[in-house]
């Protein structure tokens, strides 16, 4: 009896466990390569002394403008893990996560052509970590992206 239960409680912990790289790879592929540019940044800046996992969505949007062009924002958290920075390791059993330290906050701005993304405009990346994070902050990252689709959603209507 005791076994059998045990066997239940490890197998519920295995899918737990497993259910956490789960965000990601239920995130559609558009989506998808805003958090990998989120990634690549993260990597490249020598600042950045973690490996990162995507945690969570907080606020996803997609303007298609007809062609198979799209503007997508994405807010979302990225998690520290317990890998070295530059591991390219996504498993949660591998790199789990670190609770020691700080979330980031990321929004991403970017255009997709052929399910592409498109170097004109440039997208936008910006993350910084979940306590530096301020109001203020937020209302300029926000008006930064809502402007970029503005001017691209006009752009939509010039004939």
């Not at 950045?48 to 062609?67: D, N, W």
């Amino acid at each position: 009896m005791a076994a059998g239960l045990l066997l239940l409680v490890c197998a519920g912990a295995a899918l737990y466990s497993a259910e956490a790289q789960e965000p990601y790879n239920e995130l559609p592929d558009n989506f998808k390569m805003g958090v990998d540019l989120a990634f690549e940044q993260l990597n490249s800046h020598t600042g950045v002394q973690h490996h990162f996992r995507f945690l969570k969505s907080v606020e996803k949007s997609e303007i298609e403008s007809g062609f198979g062009v799209k503007y997508l924002y994405h807010h979302f958290y990225l998690k520290p893990t317990r890998c070295p920075k530059g591991t390219t390791e996504s498993n949660p059993q591998r790199c789990p996560f670190r609770n020691d330290r700080p979330l980031m906050d990321c929004a991403v701005c970017y255009k997709t052509a052929a399910d592409q993304i498109e170097a004109d405009p440039k997208p936008y990346v910006h993350c910084i970590q979940r306590p530096r994070l301020t109001e203020v902050l937020l209302l300029t990252i926000c008006p930064i992206c809502l402007l970029w689709f503005l001017h691209k959603s006009l752009d939509l209507f010039s004939f």
